[in-house]
């Protein structure tokens, strides 16, 4: 693998300055980038870049980074990417955390819209409403990743899922889906019923019971005569947009009033509720399930 010619080894530099300050959102806003840092962070935006060549900006790498992980010789070829060596200091001065191990990438931001999500005919949508918590935004994106859904949509007032704790909580799965960032609430339900799409939203004291809908689904997928649908019930199987609320208020009344049905997770033990990422992974597996 070839390197850019020097050797980059002033921790000072205005380029390591520049790339230092996506860290801060004030950055990442001017610039339209963010960093991605470590190697599965950087292997799963190379696998992305394969298809959007104007994703990946810049990769720094310290010597014998490459030599030790070998399976980034082909990506890295297969991106056209030349990677420019630096020393550990300087990778660390650009980094967010005390361990980049080894390699950081400056990824540029990408906003898909919302008129394309939805005329692509999704199945599954989860939306975080107000979510402040980085790792909370991760576990969410991440779940809905490996769920199958369509797309991830966070609205205004939650975290910015780009900041570098956020990026290192999705695992890679930030570069494998749709990410919707700063969405009007109102405009986005609207466009989503508009389109079809049930509205859901996860509340802890609905009515409505997830383990009660999903028996309900499997009945129907048997062809049983018991499966009749009442039409005051959602559907798992049905396409649906998930709405999860803030860590500590939940959703607010608007939010749960814009919903078409609101659905508990059960209790089956002592705890009181559900933190929010564990709430929406197992909602969102229940309507993956149901829908296939």
């Not at 959703?251 to 002592?270: C, F, I, N, T």
């Amino acid at each position: 693998m070839n390197y850019t010619p020097e050797l980059m080894s002033n921790p000072r530099a205005d380029r390591v300055k520049a790339v230092a300050r996506l860290a801060n959102r004030k950055g990442r806003e001017a610039t339209g980038q963010f960093l991605a840092e470590g190697p599965q962070a950087v292997r799963e935006a190379l696998l992305a870049h394969l298809g959007n060549d104007n994703l990946i900006q810049e990769i720094y790498v310290v010597p014998g980074f490459l030599e030790s992980h070998t399976e980034f010789n082909n990506l890295l070829a297969d991106s056209k990417l030349t990677p420019r060596l630096v020393t550990g200091e300087v990778l660390l001065a650009m980094a967010d955390t005390q361990s980049p191990q080894g390699i950081l990438a400056v990824v540029a931001m990408s906003q898909p819209q919302l008129s394309e999500v939805l005329a692509a005919k999704p199945k599954l949508l989860a939306v975080l409403c107000r979510v402040q918590d980085p790792g909370n935004a991760g576990t969410i994106l991440r779940a809905a990743d490996a769920a199958g859904a369509d797309a991830v949509v966070l609205t205004k007032g939650s975290v910015d899922i780009y900041n570098p704790k956020a990026v290192r909580s999705t695992v890679g799965s930030l570069f494998h889906l749709p990410v919707l960032s700063n969405i009007e609430f109102d405009h986005l339900v609207a466009a989503a019923k508009t389109t079809g799409l049930q509205v859901l939203a996860a509340d802890g004291y609905a009515a409505h019971d997830l383990d009660t809908l999903q028996d309900q689904a499997a009945l129907r997928a048997q062809n049983s005569q018991a499966a009749t649908r009442n039409e005051t019930e959602p559907v798992l199987e049905a396409p649906t947009l998930w709405l999860f609320g803030n860590e500590g208020q939940g959703l607010d009344e608007q939010e749960k009033a814009a919903a078409d049905y609101r659905v508990a997770v059960p209790l089956y033990g002592v705890a009181e509720s559900l933190n929010v990422g564990t709430a929406a992974t197992v909602c969102l597996y229940g309507s993956a399930r149901a829908q296939r």
